[in-house]
């Protein structure tokens, strides 16, 4: 069974700085996807970038990029000028590429608190 | 656009009663569909997914079952609430890319 791990319960940023959120994952597929999700107090969930296991370009969403590496099977994400807006959890996720119920596996998820 | 409903948002229900939360998706036809419970702090948990009307399928054995009587409805139920079905629930849609609802607030007491 596919497994994600967030190893970073809790991370600190300052206000405009860069911080970087880790995961890994374990999968014997070849094909699939992976994904960030943001949940703010209001709990909702919220997309933040998707990337398809098949592309070599990493995913980029404006002040948000994604380092893929295959290979390594690790999938973490870069928040650039960071605002107090970008307080939440984050939640990496994976989903299998074979049709059908298309089920996501969550990490655990980071804490990102920012300072002003 | 696609939109997906959750209600209500907010719930506080007696241990022992029943329980009906409903899940609706707008702009779409034939999603599949989810039902997610969430701890305060903790991950999300699968407990329902849905590939069409009538086809449901559990992750989790437990007191709560799920039903999609329309292509675009999810309903979460339980007969007998427990204290330990507290939690978050979360309905999602996907084509490819799973959206979540606003979700809904169940507190057993």
């Known amino acids: 069974a596919q497994t994600v791990t967030q190893s970073q319960p809790e991370m600190s940023v300052q206000e405009a700085e860069t911080v970087t959120l880790s995961c890994t994952y374990d999968?014997?597929?070849?094909?699939?996807?992976l994904f960030w999700y943001k949940q703010p107090p209001s709990r909702q969930m919220i997309l933040v970038i998707r990337?398809?296991?098949?592309?070599?370009q990493n995913a980029t969403e404006n002040r948000f990029s994604v380092n893929f590496q295959k290979a390594a099977k690790s999938f973490s994400l870069k928040i650039s000028d960071s605002q107090l807006g970008d307080a939440a959890m984050y939640f990496c996720?994976?989903?299998?590429?074979?049709?059908?119920?298309?089920?996501?596996?969550f990490g655990q998820g980071t804490r990102l608190t920012i300072n002003p | 656009s696609q939109t997906i409903h959750q209600w209500p948002a907010t719930l506080v229900q007696p241990v022992g009663s029943p329980l009906s939360l409903e899940c609706t998706v707008e702009?779409?036809?034939?999603?599949?569909l989810y039902w997610y419970r969430q701890a305060a702090g903790r991950g999300l948990q699968l407990l329902f997914y849905?590939?069409?009307?009538?086809?449901i399928s559990s992750e989790v054995p437990q007191n709560l079952s799920a039903s999609r009587p329309q292509d675009r409805q999810f309903i979460l139920s339980s007969k007998k609430l427990l204290l330990s079905d507290s939690g978050f629930y979360l309905c999602?849609?996907?084509?490819?890319?799973?959206?979540f609802g606003p979700g809904t607030r169940l507190l057993v007491l």
């Open positions: 999602a849609w996907s084509p490819w890319t799973q959206y």
């Open positions: 999968t014997s597929e070849s094909d699939y996807y």
């Open positions: 990337q398809e296991a098949y592309k070599q």
């Open positions: 996720a994976y989903r299998g590429g074979v049709q059908g119920a298309q089920k996501l596996v």
């Open positions: 702009g779409t036809s034939n999603p599949n």
């Open positions: 849905s590939v069409g009307i009538g086809q």
